[in-house]
């Protein structure tokens, strides 16, 4: 006997289904920017890779001090007023690149940055939940992973774009050179477009979800020992922590790497790195599919022995040489 396949989404909850999917995009973008701005801002301020990772601390750092805020704002307030928020920080943050070229200082850009991380934590907290209520439980969590391929695409659009613009003329530039150079033009678009969004959000009509616990939580019954008594949120969070620090690792200095072996330009590093984000998305757009069909944990298994192979295969080549 045929089965009825289960749809991704329900049709009560297409119009918000589409804008928080469109969250992804942004955040992702804003996100991948940050790995062309490392370099960038080595060759137009004149500091050191060392001082430029700053940019991807003050940033994540953002994350780590509000996450936990974030979390107890969006239980209090709801899901709609996390995500408003969100998008306000990261809108003020975006356009503050404005004064801080004007003040010319690399120090000024780290306060901006950490505003947008704060922004950023408030999106992420929010949408990643939110989305996966917003259709069968069945498919709740290859309608997170549809959503964050999205990301995926941001990313690409900053790399490419953002990274083709801000390395003309060999990084240099003429715009602003001292300053930040054309950091803050992209920047600028970014923080109006966020502000934008951030109306629409605001008066556009999306479904509050409501869990069995809201009240016990809003009554302060909400314990963080509790989540740390179990095992298997501490796995997770200790498999997320390897991820992030990977992922952003390899994104944040591949340009420099390349760069400092004389393998291409900062321009051709940020088209590469373009390819390998979009064959990331890919590979989100397929374990969307994929895990329609099959259980969460065996395509996590699948993956982590890919990885973990793909890790050993790299260390062999480079031991060579």
Known sequence: MKQNKV?????????????????????GF????????????????DITITQSS?????????????????GLFIN????????????????????????????????????ALFVIGCGLVFLETSANP?????????????????????????????TLVVGSFLFQDSGTGDLGSGSGGNAVVPYAIMGAVVMVIAIIFARVNLP????????????????????????????????LLAYEVAEISINSYFINFVTGQDWMSAATGSTILTVALGLFMLARFVGAAIMSNMAAEKYLLICAVGSVVCIAVMLLDLGKT
């Open 208 to 239: 509050e979800i409501h869990h069995d616990d809201d009240n016990d939580t809003q009554e302060g019954g909400y314990n963080l020992s509790r989540l740390f008594c179990n095992s298997w949120f501490v796995f997770g969070l200790l498999a």
């Open 130 to 158: 939110y989305v996966t209520e917003l259709g069968p439980k069945e498919t709740a969590t290859a309608r997170l992973n549809f959503s964050q391929s999205f990301n995926g695409v941001g990313s690409m659009f900053a």
């Open 7 to 27: 749809s991704l989404s329900s049709k009560q909850y297409a119009v918000p289904f589409v804008l928080i999917t469109s969250l992804f995009f942004m955040w």
């Open 54 to 70: 700053l940019i991807q601390v003050t940033t994540y750092l953002g994350y780590f001090l509000m996450a936990i805020p974030a």
């Open 30 to 45: 804003a996100r991948a920017i940050l790995d062309v701005l490392n370099k960038h801002f080595q060759n137009e301020l």
């Open 76 to 111: 209090r307030r709801g899901y709609r007023s996390g995500v408003v928020l969100g998008l306000l920080l990261f809108g003020l943050g975006s356009l503050a690149f404005i004064p801080c070229s004007a003040a010319g200082t690399f120090y000024a850009y780290l306060i």
